[in-house]
């Protein structure tokens, strides 16, 4: 009976402890679970039609992914989806994000754009990766108001994580390449967006281009424990977690 008591507390340590790690974030999704095919329809995921003619949605595939094993998101040219969240956060938010870019051609972008309630281009924070990153195709850029600045450069084919930090109370934001501050205190695009209420990535343009996205966390508080660790391509458990506790 000691033993069975030794071990029952053990347990109970141990989900203590994942539960306290993981309780700031409120979504979270490595896209393992879903089903091939396309995502719009699964976990509430839906296309931009309402912003693009035309516009496709991203696939949830298991060729390319970050990690081991598992499934990520493929975005190809014109194909762009987004998903809201309800309440509207405020304060300070931090999303953390990987994606890969098979290239650095001239005529492809893969965005991250975050915004409140109305769905719109000109959103808060907003990341460019690629052409549109203001100047260099295989770099990474950041709109610092109405400026786009190049923050850091990425490798095709390689995956990166980002971490954005959001600071609605100042509007501004931060983001962390693969671990490193590499954008401080940059003003939204448009200063109406005061709370996260949804978020939106993919193309919106280009010609036989690829890029993926995977292991999606998003919480209270700047996210430093996640990162750069917690969602590497060696550990998806955190956004496993994640999901057990949606």
């Known amino acids: 009976m000691k033993r069975f008591y ?61 990690g081991k094993s598992g499934k990520a998101l493929k975005a190809e040219a014109i194909q762009e989806v987004r998903r809201s969240f309800d309440p509207i956060h405020t304060g300070t938010q931090f999303l953390i994000i990987s994606f890969r870019k098979e290239d650095a051609g001239p005529d492809n972008t ?24 203001g100047g260099d195709p295989d770099k990474v850029g950041a709109h610092d108001g109405a400026d786009r600045k190049q923050i850091a450069t990425f490798i095709p084919g390689q995956w990166h994580q980002v971490r954005i930090v959001v600071h609605y109370d100042q509007l501004n934001y931060d983001v962390y390449f693969d671990g490193t501050l590499s954008a401080q205190g940059f003003k939204f695009r448009k200063d109406a967006h005061d709370g996260l209420g949804w978020l939106m990535i993919g193309f919106d343009t280009g010609v036989g281009v690829n890029g993926y996205y995977d292991d999606i966390v998003m919480g209270d508080g700047d996210g430093s424990d996640y990162n750069p660790s917690a969602v590497s391509p060696e550990k998806k458990l955190a956004v496993t977690w994640g999901n057990l506790k949606l």
């Open 6 to 66: 030794c071990f029952l507390s053990s347990v109970l340590m141990f989900l203590l402890i994942v539960c306290g790690a993981n309780a700031a974030v409120w979504y979270s999704q490595n896209f393992d679970k879903l089903n091939d095919g396309e995502v719009a329809g699964q976990d509430s995921w839906e296309k931009t039609t309402d912003l693009t003619a035309g516009i496709g949605s991203l696939t949830v595939q298991s060729a390319v992914f970050n």
């Open 110 to 133: 893969l965005h991250i754009y975050i915004g409140k309630d109305v769905h719109e281009w000109p959103a808060g924070p907003v990341l460019r990766i690629g052409k549109d990153s």
